[in-house]
């Protein structure tokens, strides 16, 4: 039945290495161009998500939307909470139909949600707008990491995943360095401005889309949906291409017996339910763990961040994003540096000693903040350093849920800790931040307190619950419901 599409029931077996075959390939500019493809869309939600809270205080200009600012951190929630039905609902249909299918449609989702919002013209023609565009990016969480994960070598995996979700701090920086721009109103309206931000976003979101058209769908995937004489094409199609872009005539043999599979056509709810909590319940906390106290921490910092620096250290309104570009950096250079250690030190002591440092960074930052101690650029100097630890700890806990479960399992099992760990942590962070920034700096003080607790709770969970997954095949790490059925 092998191509068949999406029949009622795929239960034809058979034995592949296209795993074993995927793994061995030599790193080539072909996997750069997976790189690019699909990395470059966090760029994209660092953008959205810096560049609403950097302009905030442009949106409650009279000759702008004028919202108030409970309207502004709302706005921010929506998208947020945008974000994390969208998981939920592609991540689903990730799983089921394929990772190229979706990683397409949710860009595409994206990209008409950012146009909408640069037409927007009250609060709530605003907020259903962002909460278009939240839903095309969370399901680009699901569909990309998946995809990731199954189209690079093993023994690269990690640094790949960590850089690639570290690009969201490169939006990031881009997001605060245009704020400067669109917040001069010597150079664009107050009304203009925001406008013309949003649309940059959706324009770098159509030449993304245009790149993708490159990246294939999973042979993994394909394989077990009973589609493996299409995956075997794509296979033979990526080894052409490799030894031509190496210039090699021999690639290195597979290691390892063939897997033998039940395809199917697909996974039950009930089936990933049993699977991801019934059979991995301490993979399951620890991926809960690893993106919710990330979670707390970052969207607490990011959407506060210009709030601190008003608020405690006098910064005017205009020059506060100019003082958060070298924190955006210091994310991204973190994640794309460190990366490598992860897939030669290893999963479980990188991951563990990132959450800890950063968690021990946070109490003397708080420290610091408390006594006073601090001026505007003092402080941004230790919140980098404290973030470029902290980046790749968070970026790790992506890492971890999209490569610990089963492959039937794992865009749905990504979209699901995404979408509570962001919906918990993603909201309770702001709004803890949001009463403590009212009181003198002992507040902000607690505040950075109760992430370092929570960082340190994370530390905890990947020292006892860890998985060394570094440099392992995937089905290796957690075998496919698929091959076990046919076993």
Known sequence: MAGAGYAAAVADRIETRIPQRMDRLPWSSWHWMIVLGLGTVWILDGLEVTIVGAIGARLTDPDALGFSDAQVVNAGAIYIAGACLGALFWGRLTDRFGRKKLFIITLAVYVIGTVLTAFTWSFWTFAAARLLTGFGIGGEYAAINSAIDELIPARARGWVDLAINGTYWLGAAVGFAGSLLVLDTGLLGADTGWRVAFGAGALIGLVIL??????????????????????????????????????????????????????????????????????????????????????????????????????????????????????????????????????????????????????????????????????????????????????????????????????????????????????????????????????????????????????????????????????????????????????
């Open 210 to 487: 245009f790149l993708r058209r490159a990246v294939p769908e999973s042979p993994r995937w394909l394989a077990i949906h009973g589609r493996d004489d299409e995956a075997e094409r794509i296979v033979e199609g990526v080894e052409d291409e490799v030894r031509r872009r190496t210039g090699k005539d021999e690639l290195p043999e597979p290691e390892g017996e063939p897997i033998e599979i039940e395809q199917r056509a697909t996974t039950s709810f009930s089936e990933i339910a049993r699977t991801v909590f019934g059979r991995y319940p301490r993979r399951a906390w620890l991926g809960f763990a690893l993106l919710s106290t990330q979670a707390f921490l970052y969207n607490a910092v990011l959407f506060s961040s210009t709030l601190i620096l008003t608020n405690q250290f006098d910064v005017s309104d205009a020059a506060a994003p100019g003082y958060l570009i070298p924190w955006a950096l210091a994310n991204f250079a973190g994640a794309l540096l460190l990366g490598r250690l992860f897939d030669t030190v290893g999963r479980r002591v990188m991951i563990a000693g990132c959450y800890a440092a950063s968690a021990a960074g946070l109490v003397v930052l708080a420290l610091l903040v408390g006594s006073e101690s601090l001026g505007a650029w003092g402080y941004i100097a230790v919140l980098s350093a404290v973030f470029f630890v902290a980046s790749a700890a968070a970026s790790a806990g992506y890492l971890t849920v999209s490569e610990i479960f089963p492959l039937e399992t794992r865009a749905m099992a990504i979209a699901f800790f995404y979408a509570v760990s962001t919906g918990i942590g993603g909201t309770v962070g702001p709004i803890v931040f949001g009463q403590l920034l009212g009181t003198e700096a002992s507040g902000v003080m607690i505040g950075f307190l109760i992430a370092a607790g929570l960082m340190f709770i994370a530390a905890a969970s990947e020292a006892v619950l860890g998985v060394d997954a570094e440099q392992e095949s995937l089905e290796d790490v957690a075998e496919p419901l698929s091959s076990e059925a046919a076993g």
